[in-house]
């Protein structure tokens, strides 16, 4: 629902007058300056009122206006005020003017959860040189607990977690006393890193773990951007918690730069997050001890939860 729909009318025809004034001078620019250099007669008069739209003198402007360019005068129109809401919507400058609202009365705070723009986080990573047996290893136990309609044998569940990608856990709150209307925020990162919005991934046999939608928001990944647009306003102190997601940066990297943007319907402000990495690479020598570090594969650290809450590794890495 717009505000505009239900704006107040002026008390009195000076604030009318006033409010017109600023509207028509923001839709036409600078009328007075253009006025004291106009050579011609006038080509085009408005009739601005606060009354509600009607029918039979938007009828009679038009017939008068038809007449007045007939015999060479101006043309004439006439704004309603549902027609000067509409006006406001598009200037929201002068919107912002006759609410007496002003951008001091906006203010925001985005940081990670605890209140902090500065956070630490362990990303991990595998270093081995059979990727291939790993990444074969890794689909049979996917394949094992794979969901499944009917009860197949025992009841067996597991999750598949990994510990490569760093969760960015957000908050928004509301410093300032106006609320924040269609808000959506923008997150993207100064590095290269793959994005997800999950990375836990459920198996089961005999219970398939659907992934239920929260209500209220949109979270969404695109070319490197993270989205989240919410259907409700943001009232004064009240905090969002935006969904979380993952991000997974190359081996090797030390920090990252998170940049955020928060646009909505009257505000738009911008700000970043950084977040340092401890990383940790687990060598797998296998069977090939004699080949270097150097020119084994790092691959995603990937672990698996059994129903029991055991943590445990496909075949060829335990």
């Not at 729909?5 to 009318?16: A, E, G, I, T, V």
Request: proline share 4%; hydrophobic share 35%; charged share 30%.
């Amino acid at each position: 629902m717009r505000i505009t729909q239900h704006l107040r009318k002026p008390s009195n025809w000076q604030d009318f007058e006033k409010l017109c004034l600023l509207l028509w001078r923001a839709e036409w620019g600078d009328e007075v300056k253009k006025a004291k250099e106009f050579n011609p007669r006038l080509k085009h008069l408005v009739v601005a009122t606060t009354a509600e739209k009607d029918a039979e003198i938007e009828e009679y402007v038009r017939t008068l206006d038809e007449s007045l360019r007939a015999e060479g005068w101006f043309s004439l129109d006439i704004k309603s005020w549902e027609d000067i809401v509409l006006l406001l919507e598009l200037h929201k400058e002068v919107l912002n003017h006759y609410l007496d609202i002003t951008t001091e009365q906006y203010e925001v705070s985005v940081k990670f959860v605890g209140d902090t723009e500065y956070i630490e986080s362990e990303v991990v990573f595998f270093r081995t040189s059979d990727a291939v047996g790993l990444k074969r290893g890794i689909s049979s136990i996917r394949e094992e607990y794979k969901y499944r309609y009917l009860p197949i044998g025992p009841s067996k569940s597991a999750t598949e977690i990994n510990l490569s990608y760093v969760k960015i856990p957000i908050i928004l709150k509301n410093l300032g006393r106006s609320p924040l209307d269609d808000y959506k925020m923008k997150f993207r990162f100064d590095e290269e890193v793959a994005l997800a919005t999950k990375v836990e991934t459920h198996y089961s046999t005999t219970n398939p773990v659907c992934d239920v939608g929260y209500i209220g928001f949109d979270l969404a990944i695109d070319k490197g951007v993270v989205e989240y647009s919410s259907r409700f306003s943001l009232v004064s102190n009240d905090s969002d918690e935006i969904p979380v997601f993952y991000a997974k940066p190359h081996p090797g990297t030390k920090n990252l730069t998170l940049h955020w943007e928060l646009l909505s319907r009257y505000y738009h402000t911008t700000g970043i997050l950084n977040i340092h990495l401890k990383e940790t690479i687990h060598d797998l020598d296998g069977q090939a001890k004699d080949i270097p570090p150097e020119e084994r594969e790092i691959v995603d650290y990937i672990i698996f939860r059994d129903e029991d809450g055991t943590c445990f590794l496909p075949k060829q890495l335990s």
